[in-house]
């Protein structure tokens, strides 16, 4: 048996991709999600991503930042809303 200690692993993951984002699968299993795709063969791209205050969907931080923490059809939808009354 194997025991790590959880510390221990997240460092270890933050070592490399500080973004990433650790569940649980239906069995418990850890599954960390790296917030990396691959741009080109055997390179990552560290995504950055951050979710909408509104409707939870991942979206760049960047964008998140810029539309006040909402993806752009939130906040296309929240403006609507707002020029509409
Ligand atoms: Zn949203």
């Known amino acids: 048996m194997i025991v790590v200690s959880g510390r221990e692993i997240r460092d270890a993951?933050?070592?490399?991709?500080?973004?990433y984002?650790?569940?649980e699968d239906a069995d418990g299993q850890l599954v960390i999600h790296t917030n990396?795709?691959?741009i080109a063969d055997d390179t990552y791209l560290d995504l950055q991503m951050?979710?909408?205050?509104?409707?939870?969907?991942r979206i760049?931080?960047?964008?998140h930042k810029e539309e006040l923490g909402m993806c752009v059809?939130?906040?296309n939808k929240y403006f609507d809303h707002e020029?509409?009354?």
């Open 13 to 19: 993951i933050a070592s490399v991709c500080p973004n």
């Open 21 to 23: 984002t650790v569940s």
């Open 36 to 38: 990396m795709r691959e």
């Open 50 to 57: 951050t979710p909408c205050d509104e409707c939870g969907v």
């Open 60 to 63: 760049d931080s960047d964008i």
């Open 73 to 75: 059809e939130c906040s």
């Open 83 to 85: 020029g509409g009354e």
